[in-house]
Every structure is written in structure tokens, then in C-alpha cells.
């Protein structure tokens, strides 16, 4: 099935299911009663669940990088710990360092896949699994989501700054710290912003909540802001964001990716926009490279 073939109703069903507490049984449900102009809204459904081995672009068994997992403290945060997936160019550092931050249900291939894909462009990268304090990502999204919604979301925002400050100050970043996330991880990144001050050096959220308008004079970090066309429940602080940023005087770009819907840049579902997907990443790219080097 072509994500062409799939309908506007199936899609905003599951978007519903991602961002609620809805179990995968009653979105199938639902969307078996849904009414579509062709073909079975049961199996569109099916359909959009991630294919993660599909959707891998970098092995970790890649010679131009070194992944591993590493532990590091993380006080105010959940339990005090935290763990990440960090990956390194091969060759010699220091490196410019990116944080990159997942969904709302963990550490899942996906987010492991663009951690790669950033050290394969030469920056040092650590991916943190906010699910690590309550036993980690359990390996499917279901499960993932539950349980991060079941974390006290300040105490899961403190382990991301503490990720970051790990990142920054690790010996093989040259000091200069970006970050990067989705959908909540875009909001994360956002947060970061005005949390962090001028020791974030750059912030490309995706698809990310603005954070609270009377904090956005604290930023300091050069931010590029990507959004899908289609995404009703972020767009609506979106115009709101814009202004404030520009009434503000900062430094910011922001994108908005036509023909999108919200999780555009995740290959491993229907959602993915190859074509703007691509786009978003060069930009991404360059603009690290533009800040961080």
C-alpha cells in the first residue's frame, strides 16, 4: 500500500493515537469503523505502524563511526542516572557535538538511525533514552509511549538537560553544542533553548511545541524551526512562536515543508516525505555545520 492510497481520516486517526493515550487495540478498532473512499481503512491502519529494520540507513556495524551506550549522572532528573546512545566519527576528534532528542515513547531505531547518520557527517552524537530511569525503551512504540506518559515531565526534562551538559562537556566535543528532536523531542529542543541560554550554540527542532512565549527573549542559540504543512495540533503555536521570536530580535529560520504531515522526516512509516525529508536534513546539516564548526 502507497501512503497516496491511504486516507486523511486514517492519518488523523493515527496521529491521534501517537500523541493520546489510545492503546494500538482501540485505534484499530476505530479505524475499522471509519468510512474511506476506497480500499479498507483496517488495513490502512496496519499500514502506518513503523517498519524500523526497513527503514535503517546506517548499520552500526559502519566503519566511519564508533556507537556505543554510556551511562552518566543525571541529578533532579528521574532517578538520578541516565543512559544514551552516543556515536562518534571514526576518525580523530574533537568533534561538534549534537543532541538528539526522540518521540514520545524513547529511544526506538529510528532516533539510533539519525544519531548515525550525524556522526557519519561528522559530529559527535548522543541520543538519550529518557525511558532509561524505568528500565529503558521496551522495544515496541506501544509500550514506549505508555511509558513515558507515566514519567513526571520535569524531571524528564531535567534528564535532557543534563544530556546535553554530558555532551557538551564530553572530552571529544569541541564545546560547541547543537540539538536536534522530534515531535516531542522538537519541543525539548525548544525548551532547551530558553533553559540553556548561549551554551546552546544552535537548535533545529522538528515538528516541536513552541515553549512558553514570555521565555523566548532568554534565547540565545541560532535556531532553524521545521514544521509540516499539515499538523494542526503543533501549527497552532506556530504563528504565535514567529512573532514572538521576531519581536524579540533573534536569530531564527523557520521551514514549512510542503505536502507534510506531522513526522515527515521518520522513514520508517507512511508519513515519511522522502523528498522534503531530504531537504530538511540538508538544511540541517549545513546549519550545524554553519554554527558548531
Not at 517498519?51 to 541529578?75: G, L, M
Request: glycine content about 8%; some cysteine.
Amino acid at each position: 500500500m502507497t501512503k497516496e492510497s491511504i486516507d486523511p481520516k486514517v492519518y488523523d486517526l493515527y496521529d491521534e493515537y501517537c500523541h493520546t493515550q489510545m492503546t494500538r487495540r482501540d485505534f484499530l478498532n476505530k479505524a475499522s469503523m471509519l468510512v474511506v473512499a476506497s480500499g479498507s481503512a483496517l488495513v490502512m491502519a496496519e499500514a502506518l505502524f513503523p517498519r524500523y529494520a526497513e527503514a535503517q540507513t546506517i548499520s552500526f556495524t559502519d566503519k566511519r563511526i564508533k556507537p556505543r551506550y554510556v551511562e552518566y549522572d543525571s541529578p533532579g532528573g528521574s532517578s538520578g542516572k541516565m543512559r544514551g546512545y552516543l556515536v562518534t566519527p571514526a576518525s580523530e576528534g574533537p568533534f561538534p557535538a549534537v543532541l538528539v532528542i526522540h518521540e514520545n515513547r524513547g529511544l526506538n531505531p529510528y532516533i539510533e538511525d539519525v544519531a548515525r547518520r550525524f556522526a557519519v557527517e561528522g559530529f559527535i552524537t548522543l541520543a538519550p533514552d529518557g525511558l532509561a530511569p524505568i528500565g529503558g525503551y521496551p522495544g515496541n512504540d506501544d509500550d514506549g509511549k505508555v511509558m513515558q506518559k507515566s514519567l513526571d515531565k520535569d524531571k524528564l526534562f531535567t534528564d535532557m538537560l543534563n544530556s546535553a551538559k554530558f555532551l557538551k562537556g564530553h572530552e571529544l566535543s569541541n564545546g560547541k553544542l547543537g540539538a536536534t528532536g522530534f515531535c516531542y523531542g522538537g519541543g525539548v529542543v525548544n525548551e532547551l533553548a530558553v533553559t540553556m541560554g548561549a551554551d546552546l550554540n544552535a537548535g533545529v527542532p522538528f515538528y516541536g511545541v513552541a515553549p512558553v512565549l514570555e521565555n523566548v527573549a532568554k534565547i540565545r542559540a541560532p535556531l532553524m524551526l521545521n514544521y509540516a504543512e499539515d499538523d494542526p495540533r503543533v501549527n497552532t503555536t506556530q504563528k504565535v512562536y514567529k512573532e514572538a521570536l521576531k519581536g524579540n530580535n533573534k536569530n531564527f529560520v523557520m521551514h514549512t515543508y510542503e505536502g507534510t504531515r506531522h513526522g515527515f522526516h521518520n522513514d520508517s512509516t507512511p508519513r515519511y516525505n522522502e523528498v522534503q525529508a531530504e531537504l530538511a536534513w540538508k538544511r540541517t546539516i549545513s546549519f550545524f555545520k554553519e554554527q558548531l564548526i
